[in-house]
């Protein structure tokens, strides 16, 4: 199709786009706080996570329409699917992780996550069923996938937010807010070591890798405090112009 989907947090809606000229296609409305995003080649249907609304959207991208959501009790953060009819969830302020039906849309289970708290980046080794979940309490959570059961956790750097896999290397990378990429090796299924921290640049914490290349992909900014709204604190958003996409790649 050519079809690339973005989220639009602000106004509530994922725009399509045309992959080779870039040109926005439609909008699509669809329930507050749109954020993670990811297309799903078993049910071929573009899943949407989202924070206020604590749903995941289900669209379509052939007719580039919302045809379903999936009701999760809480905030979404990063979803996976395991290509056998089960997807995975992270709810960030109740430090779950929900397994849905994407078919039926259908909650099958909930687990808390041990030794976790705020949970956003999520990854799934799928031979052995294990989850990779990273958490704002600067650890990253391996879970069997089976059973929920949390099997170890281990450092990482500060302001997590996004977790790759990749299953031939079996490194696990965690891009971080505070401009590090902490990196863990799978040693076995049950068994895990850090391998140490690739410095990036603060605010790359979004990132995907590509599973050919094993590029890592990570989008970054210089950041400046914005004025406070309704008594609220100064935040920090992005400088205009500085916005940059980092590539890592093994030498």
Same mark, same amino acid.
């Given at each position: ?10 106004? #509530? ?9 870039? /040109? ?20 071929? %249907? ?32 990063? #979803? ?13 302020? @109740?430090?779950? $992780? ?10 099958? @289970? ?9 949970? =956003? ?5 799928? !031979?052995?069923? %294990? ?21 170890? =956790? ?8 996004? $977790? &790759? ?18 990196? +863990?090796? @799978?040693?076995?299924?049950? *068994?895990?070591?850090? $391998?140490?921290? +690739?410095? =990036? *640049? ?11 290349? /094993? ?10 405090? &914005?004025?406070?709204?309704?008594? @609220? %604190?100064?935040?920090?958003?992005? /400088? !205009? ?11």
């Amino acid at each position: 199709l050519h079809r690339g989907f973005t989220t639009n947090g602000g106004n #509530a809606t994922v725009s399509v786009f045309d992959t080779n000229t870039f /040109k926005t296609l439609k909008k699509i409305s669809v329930p507050k706080d749109p954020d993670f995003t990811f297309y799903d080649p078993q049910t071929k %249907r573009v899943l949407v996570c989202h924070g206020d609304a604590a749903v995941i959207t289900e669209i379509d991208p052939e007719k580039a329409v919302a045809v379903g959501k999936i009701e999760l009790g809480g905030g979404a953060e990063a #979803a996976v699917v395991d290509g056998k009819g089960t997807g995975f969830v992270n709810l960030e302020e @109740q430090a779950e $992780v929900v397994s849905f039906d994407p078919h039926a849309l259908t909650v099958k @289970q909930k687990w808390p996550i041990t030794g976790c708290e705020t949970p =956003t980046g999520l990854a799934l080794d799928v !031979p052995n069923a %294990r989850l990779f979940i990273g958490c704002r309490s600067k650890v990253l959570a391996v879970m069997d996938a089976r059973s929920g059961n949390v099997i170890t =956790t281990l450092p990482i750097g500060d302001r997590v937010d996004a $977790v &790759a896999f990749d299953a031939e290397s079996k490194l696990i990378f965690a891009s971080n807010g505070d401009g590090t990429v902490s990196v +863990i090796r @799978q040693k076995g299924a049950n *068994q895990y070591e850090s $391998v140490g921290d +690739i410095e =990036t *640049q603060k605010s790359a914490k979004t990132m995907t890798i590509d599973p050919k290349t /094993k590029r890592l992909f990570l989008a970054a900014a210089e950041m400046e405090s &914005a004025p406070a709204a309704n008594g @609220q %604190r100064a935040r920090l958003r992005p /400088k !205009p112009g500085s916005f940059t996409v980092l590539v890592v790649e093994r030498q």
